[in-house]
């Protein structure tokens, strides 16, 4: 009986790991073709961090920097080999268009901030768009 009672003390203390890692991961925020999106660069984190959009759809990242160590004046996206200068407080904006899925990562100089834009597929369907 008490043998029971740990395995089952043991299986809900896993799966509330297990729950705890799945959602502690930063929900991506998806965005829809033009639509424009506020980051946040503040307290060693860009909010959001992890952006989903579909491929082939024009969007903008409006970066806004909050946080006035060096450590944040910059964005890097390397895989599109471009650079943001971020002055403090005064908003950047970039537009995009990634044609090819997969993951577009975005940082700072020394990596502290990070980022990503998640690019998936676009829906292969009739109509002609
Ligand atoms: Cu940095």
């Known amino acids: 009986m008490n043998d029971l009672i740990v395995n089952i003390m043991a299986l809900m203390l896993i799966a509330a790991v297990i729950w705890w890692f799945w959602y502690s991961t930063p929900p991506a925020k ?3 073709k033009n639509q424009l999106v506020e980051i946040v660069v503040e307290d ?3 909010s959001p961090a992890r952006i989903e959009v579909i491929a082939g759809e024009a969007f903008s990242l ?3 920097r909050k946080d ?3 450590c944040a004046e910059k964005v890097i996206f ?3 080999d ?3 200068e971020l002055p403090l407080n005064q908003p950047v904006e970039i537009e995009l268009k990634l044609i090819e899925a997969g993951e577009y990562a975005f940082a700072c100089d020394m990596k502290m901030y990070r980022g990503t834009v998640l690019v998936k597929p676009a ?3 009739a109509e002609t768009s």
Request: no cysteine; aromatic share 10%; proline share 5%.
């Open 30 to 32: 998806s965005v829809s």
């Open 44 to 46: 060693g984190v860009y």
């Open 62 to 64: 409006r970066f806004i």
């Open 68 to 70: 006035a160590t060096p």
């Open 78 to 80: 390397e895989r599109l």
């Open 82 to 84: 471009k650079t943001l």
């Open 123 to 125: 829906k292969k369907s």
